[in-house]
């Protein structure tokens, strides 16, 4: 079995802006002689900062998918439409691909990010040592696919703008979209508090 | 080059001389990418990034969409995609739109522009370090892929009420996506100090 030796026991710490390596020398604060950025061993307080964030995305998630995101007011109906009935009006439309789309990015994406970094802070809060390969996988994933759930905003931001006709029909932003919007923005940045090395230091090699 | 190299992702120390001298180099354990430089020149990337410009001035002169209704025609730009919400008082979710679309990329280009004109100048630009650790972070920041296929979804959904004309906008917008995409994996962060501190890799 190859042994595996970590820059922690070794006194080397990694530059998280320029990625260079830096010599600890045992200083209480550590700039990288590259770039100047203060080099930690860990990212300081990423459990507590993550969590703190992750936390706010979960409670923002109902409001987010219950209240509306969009009101259109036309000559014969008024109506609000959350996420989900935005989703399945696109389906009425036949465009199922774009109705898949929308739900995987608005309602599947999210719920996946809370869902993946929950049970990620909680394997660390239980120590757990197996599979830190396949846990940073998982999160690597979802720090990739994390912007792809602003696509709803976008298409609410373009429809503001552009139906606002007296005579057809006028649409309105509703708090759902604020509400998602602050999703979307916490759990992307409870992704880049997270510290991946920490998976790693509990867990067995490989 | 150090004699070690930290995975910034599992803190795996490996031997310089063991990974090898590639242009890309992923960390044994975790399968992080530890190390990427380009075969791009500076020149090429100043071109690459003076059509970016080029393109997001380009985005924001001209309509994105155009709706017409009995005869009439509306069209919206990108600046006014985040002012509509502006004007509903939607203040934080248009500051971001206008963030993400418009100000990021036009800070990635200005900021690029500006070092590797300075470098190709041989000379070092001032604030050299704010502005790449700036440009490292703001990366994921930048969406116009995402905002793409959010105008795709709006774009079908007004199709079902009224006709729908794509603008001049819409297309540069489109070739600013790809531009960017060129651009970043052209000036990957490590490609950025080789250039700076004039080393060949």
Known sequence: MTSYVRGRDLGLLVCTECR???????????RCPRCGAVVHERKPHSVATTTALVVSAALLYLPANLLPVMHMRTVFSDEDDTIMSGVLSLLQEGSWPLALLVFIASIVVPLLKLV??????????LRSRGHPSQRSKLF????????????????IALLVALVQIRSLAVVHAGLGALAFCSVVVLTMLAAQSFDERLLWDTGRDG | MPAMIVC?????VHRRSAVGFESRIRCVRCRAELYRTSSASIDAAIAVAATAAALLLFSNMFPLVALQVN???????????????????????????????????LFQIAALLYVLISLR?????????????????????????????????ALVKLSA?????????????????????????MTPTEQFWQWALGRRP
Not at chain 1, 140 to 155: N, T
Not at chain 2, 8 to 12: E, S, V
Not at chain 2, 73 to 84: D, E, K, M, S, V
Not at chain 2, 162 to 184: S, W
């Open chain 2, 71 to 105: 005869g009439s025609a509306r069209t919206t730009t990108l600046l006014g995609a985040a002012w509509g919400l502006y004007g509903q008082g939607y203040v934080p979710i248009a500051a971001l739109v206008l963030v993400t679309t418009v100000l990021i990329p």
């Open chain 1, 116 to 125: 993946a970094m929950g049970w990620l802070l909680s394997s660390l809060a």
């Open chain 2, 121 to 153: 100048m041989r000379r070092k630009p001032r604030g050299q370090n704010q502005l790449f650790r700036a440009l490292t972070r703001i990366r994921p920041w930048a969406m116009p892929e995402v905002f793409m296929l959010g105008a795709l979804v």
């Open chain 2, 8 to 12: 910034h992702a599992c803190d795996l």
């Open chain 1, 140 to 155: 690597r994933f979802v720090e990739f696919i994390g912007r792809w759930s602003m696509l709803d905003v976008y298409a």
């Open chain 2, 161 to 185: 009420m009224a006709q729908v004309v794509p603008g001049i906008a819409l297309f540069a917008y489109g070739a600013l996506m790809l531009t960017l995409a060129g651009l970043t994996s």
């Open chain 1, 20 to 30: 260079a390596t830096v010599r600890a020398a045992g200083a209480a604060r550590v």
